[in-house]
């Protein structure tokens, strides 16, 4: 990949859009994972304005740091870039209060996680409508039409894709051009809504590189049954959850009423 042209096309792509849409720039959350600091340091580099929003949820503390950090690494470096702090920790909580009680609290746990990203996405909203802003997306090619690894209207309601067109391994290239943090580099990929330490890999059962692999060998038409042991075991994940996501990555359905009942 010749990354430091895909930078510049990436930048040129945000502004262009920004400018025809007649937008003052971008709002981003800033989680402290490798594709919100990617995709922020994208944003700032086409010097139109940038707002990051920092939104913990009993965040763990080193998810916040990593977020802090790069935040002031970015103003540090692009005078166009704001940061908001909001603490929607008792919002979350107060919604949480609001809700029925259940009988077995694990059986909400996946329900309350969505809740989390769908509060960020509301609030990202509120300041792109207050500043018009367009809400920059960080998903990436493998979570966004791969394996579906996002909530829907929560982090995959967003107005614009940057890096939707990268892979996760080609997602870590453009950090180390951009001179991203190195403990963001090297940071395991969470999806931070579980307010503890388990990583993406822990929750899908295949690591980005793995998922890559079957994401290719599936565009090829290769099969489970065309593999054995650890290679069979990702296609089958790869295939399990790309099918059971498939609702996220095509247009909602509507229901079209025929002619002769108008």
Known sequence: ???DKVIAHIVSWLKNYAEKANMNGFVIGVSGGIDSAVTSTLCA???LEVLCLEMPIHQADNQVSRAINHIKWLQSNYSNVKMTKVDLTPVFDSLVAS?????NEEERFMSLANARARLRMTSLYYFAALNKYLVAGTGNKVEDFGVGFYTKYGDGGVDLSPIADLLKTEVYSIAKELGINEDIQKAAPTDGL?????????QIGA???ELEWAM?????????????GREKQIIDIYTKLHNANKHKMVPIPVCEIPASLR
């Open 45 to 47: 580099k086409t010097g």
């Open 1 to 3: 990949m010749k990354t």
């Open 216 to 228: 290719k060998m599936t565009s090829e038409g290769k099969k489970s049954t065309d593999f054995e």
């Open 194 to 202: 579980w307010g503890d330490d388990r990583t993406d890999e822990d």
């Open 99 to 103: 809700f029925p009680k259940v009988q």
């Open 207 to 209: 690591s980005y590189p």
